[in-house]
């Protein structure tokens, strides 16, 4: 089993759309958690991290299941310029390790 | 504005030819990374460092190798280029606890000819 499963997509929405995002871990001893955002061609940057209250920041939400070991990321009143790969990252062991990632791809 | 440089940019070579990649980072961070990305692809970690003189490989078998002499260098070297290793090298740092993830840099193309 993997330690970071992610659906590859692509997910295809209309602008507006509201987009769900599904990552598991195999890790239960993990202890940080990320959603990163990379554009085609680009570095990856931090999104937001996980934290196991949930946390928002303004039309993206995340939220941590530990006795599920999942992270989900959703994205509300989805804009042409959330078109990205979005990579779910677990901390293990002194590192970081990275989803394949979902690839989002918003339509006018 | 970036805190973890990368240079060069885009490096097209011959095949045969050794390379070295600079990665350098201003903010003291002692964990260092090399990631190997083709287009459209997953990241593979290749090689990390935890601070000054230490080296590991990482999940993914690479021929090149890095040295760690200074906290804010991390440069990775490719004795012999060969079309194979043309990819995207990106390189990250973090602090020790990990709570604010990895600083990635802009990375480096590299297509070997």
């Known amino acids: 089993r993997k330690e970071v499963e992610q659906d590859p997509g692509p997910f295809n929405v209309p602008e507006g759309a509201t987009v769900a995002f599904n990552c598991t871990y195999s890790n239960s001893a993990s202890q940080s958690f990320f959603w990163y955002r990379q554009d085609c061609r680009k570095e990856p940057k931090l999104l937001m991290s996980?934290?196991?209250s949930g946390n928002e920041d303004g039309r993206f939400t995340a939220q941590l299941n530990r006795a599920s070991q999942y992270i989900s990321l959703l994205i509300r009143d989805s804009k042409l310029s959330d078109s990205a790969t979005y990579l779910c990252v677990v901390q293990s062991q002194g590192n970081l390790i990275f989803g394949k990632g979902t690839k989002l791809s918003v339509k006018p | 504005e970036a805190d973890i440089y990368q240079t060069p940019r885009y490096l097209v070579i011959g095949t045969g030819k050794k390379i070295t990649l600079e990665c350098s980072q201003t903010m003291g961070h002692d964990k260092m990374y090399w990631y190997q990305q083709d287009p459209g692809m997953e990241l593979h970690l290749i090689h990390y460092?935890?601070?000054?003189?230490?080296?590991e490989k990482g999940d993914l078998s690479s021929e090149s190798t890095v040295s760690r002499i200074r906290t804010e260098h991390f440069p990775l070297t490719l004795e012999s280029a060969r079309p194979s290793h043309t990819s995207q090298y990106l390189c990250?740092?973090?602090?020790?606890?990990?709570?604010?993830?990895?600083?990635f840099g802009s990375g480096t193309r590299l297509t070997v000819v």
């Open positions: 990250a740092s973090s602090e020790p606890g990990l709570l604010y993830g990895y600083t």
């Open positions: 460092s935890y601070g000054v003189n230490s080296t």
């Open positions: 996980v934290y196991s």
